[in-house]
């Protein structure tokens, strides 16, 4: 968890960043941990000649995990989950194992008791030697509206 | 015939969020520990924000396709985005009734010439009260058929 806890709008200003918070590196048992909690048994994301049928080097992890892993971010930025009006992502590459995913986030606006924030993930690591890969990615990026206290 | 809607119960039950909160790295005790949750002023222990996607368990995809209907063709299709609205957090020991839609279906010019496919399924999930507790929207990509 997160040692700055921002509870309440006048710990907030609007183009501050959340801080990094890295997750991972994805092993090939967390994507079957998350297939198996979620009920996302795409093959893809667990069977090796699956995947390479489908034309893909290996397995990747199927988006809503790092999308867990932001939301994770996102509750430990503002002190518990319960402040969380809003969270959007859209997935902009796949993140394979042995990845990090940082994630981090900054404020975009503050107005009423609604504090926007502009949130992202990369995918940090090699990624299958085939595809040639910049060493970081974004992974995902997306919005997420919190409801705080004065 | 496509349905309009379909009607599901998705149970929050303990040992699922504790796996499910597991597999997304948590360690914040208001998803694992009843107490803890109570003292953050949550009735019992509370599902983390993505724990709905879940649904899946209780509506499969074929099941999904068969009755709303959107005749996808699943090896082009791909998660292209993720949304949730929350009124409160879900928490143990409630079963929440979900509502599941297509919300948005639209096709769209690629940049390389080739149209790309948006569907949304939209749920709408409710307490036992009828109270909205949240609402997650799915959208699914379907890239067109000979773009390399």
């Not at chain 1, 290996?58 to 996102?74: D, E, K, N, R, S």
């Not at chain 1, 959007?88 to 900054?106: A, L, M, Y």
């Not at chain 1, 085939?130 to 060493?135: A, C, G, K, Q, S």
């Not at chain 2, 009734?97 to 709408?124: A, L, N, P």
Request: hydrophobic share 35%.
């Amino acid at each position: 968890m997160s040692e700055v806890q921002r509870t309440s709008l006048e710990a907030i200003t609007p183009g501050m960043g959340l801080g990094e918070m890295v997750y991972g590196p994805l092993r090939r048992e967390d994507l079957k941990a998350y297939a198996d909690a979620s009920g996302d048994d795409n093959p893809i994301h667990q069977d090796e000649e699956y995947a390479r049928r489908t034309g893909a080097p290996t397995v990747f992890a199927m988006g809503m995990l790092p999308a867990g892993y932001l939301a994770h971010a996102l509750s430990d930025w503002f002190g518990g989950p319960q402040h969380l009006r809003r969270f959007k992502v859209r997935f902009t590459t796949r993140s394979w194992p042995d990845d990090e995913i940082v994630c981090n986030g900054r404020v975009v606006s503050i107005e009423g008791h609604i504090v926007r924030v502009e949130v992202e993930g990369r995918r940090r690591g090699d990624g299958p030697p085939e595809l040639n890969l910049e060493r970081e990615q974004v992974a995902l990026i997306g919005e997420a509206d919190i409801e705080l206290p004065e | 015939m496509a349905e309009d809607e379909l009607v599901f119960d998705l149970p929050v039950e303990l040992d699922h969020v504790q796996e499910f909160a597991r597999a997304v790295g948590e360690d914040n005790p208001v998803f694992f520990d009843a107490e803890v949750a109570e003292q953050h002023g949550f009735p019992n222990v509370v599902a983390p924000p993505t724990f709905t996607t879940t649904q899946i368990l209780q509506v499969s995809r074929e099941e999904r396709e068969r009755r709303l209907g959107a005749n996808l063709d699943y090896g082009r299709v791909l998660h292209g985005e993720q949304e949730f609205l929350y009124k409160r957090l879900p928490v143990t020991g409630e079963t929440l009734k979900g509502r599941m839609r297509i919300s948005k279906d639209f096709t769209k010019e690629g940049k390389r010439g080739g149209s790309m496919r948006f569907v949304t399924y939209e749920s709408v999930f409710t307490d036992e009260a009828g109270d909205e507790v949240l609402t997650a929207r799915y959208t699914l990509i379907e890239t067109a058929k000979d773009v390399g």
